[in-house]
């Protein structure tokens, strides 16, 4: 198939990012038979971009006419991005679509900023990538789509060429969404940190903590997974052991204290979903109580 006939199937896009996300994607659309061409302003980025096979322009001013521009940019770069495209106009075919991946950024916060007519969407991964990460990461991964009329097929187009199942999100959801996912996410991996550190100050072997935590963690959210969070729950407080409880909190004082404000803020939450669960109100008053005054427990 000659350069012609793929521009009228696949359409010709420009992603600005090389970053993990942005050659993940890429790489993906590439595979699929789409024209991609990464922007890429940094000597280094390019060259990464260049030995992955990807055809590397420096500036959108260099840009051939595209139907879709995909900004996979960090949220502050957005609206600087969007100035530059109403600068190059050009660069921009009729009925083109202008896509980011920000999870938490609405579309209608960028509207301003983006060149007047354009459609503007949002793709966003509910993914982790790594610097590792190829284009399967995004294999089977849900995606959510956001946006004006316009640009919600284009977005919803993509992530179908990458095999990912979109799914519908207002805009105005997203900040709640993309929290959301960094709870799940990011916070799991904050979590894992601090449970490690206290490991590690019982005796643990640093590498032996790490992935046996790692493991406890993953067959905790498997279950998740498989069955509702309240009959996914195990553990001291869903069995209503306040001894156990005081223990904890007595150690955390003696040996990390710093902690002791994030156990109690994680306990809450825990004996709520308990609650959900069936945990009896004497259970939870006592629960209750050694949480009110760690200082006493």
Not at 27 to 36: F, I, R
Not at 117 to 131: C, D, R
Not at 135 to 149: C, N, Q
């Amino acid at each position: 198939m000659n350069a012609t006939a793929i521009a009228s199937v696949f359409p010709a896009t420009i992603i600005v990012g090389v970053g993990r996300l942005g050659a993940s994607i890429g790489e993906g659309l590439q595979d699929a038979g789409w024209p991609v061409v990464l922007v890429a302003r940094r000597d280094a980025s390019a060259a990464m971009a260049s030995a992955r096979g990807f055809s590397v322009i420096r500036s959108l001013a260099d840009a051939a006419p595209a139907d879709l521009v995909l900004l996979c940019v960090p949220d502050d770069a957005l609206i600087p991005v969007l100035r530059e495209l109403g600068t190059v106009l050009r660069v921009l075919r009729p009925e083109c679509v202008v896509l980011h991946t920000s999870g938490a950024v609405p579309v209608s916060a960028l509207r301003d900023a983006a060149p007047r007519g354009v459609p503007i969407g949002s793709l966003h991964p509910l993914q982790s990538v790594t610097a590792q990460s190829g284009a399967a990461v995004l294999g089977g991964a849900p995606a959510a789509v956001s946006g004006e009329p316009g640009a919600l097929a284009m977005a919803e187009r993509v992530a179908h060429a990458l095999g990912m199942n979109p799914f519908r999100l207002a805009d105005e959801a997203k900040p709640l969404y993309h929290a959301a996912s960094a709870m799940a996410a990011n916070f799991t991996v904050a979590l894992l940190d601090v449970a490690i550190e206290l490991a590690r100050a019982a005796g643990m072997p640093p590498e032996h903590a790490r992935i046996a935590l790692a493991r406890l963690a993953s067959l905790a959210t498997a279950r998740v997974a498989e069955v509702e969070t309240t009959t996914a729950l195990t553990g001291p407080i869903a069995r209503g052991d306040v001894g156990t409880v005081r223990l904890h909190l007595a150690a955390l004082r003696r040996s990390a204290p710093h902690i002791v404000p994030l156990y109690v803020e994680a306990a809450r939450c825990t004996l709520q979903l308990a609650a959900r669960a069936g945990l009896g109100g004497d259970a939870m008053r006592d629960i209750n109580a050694v949480l009110d005054h760690p200082g006493d427990a």
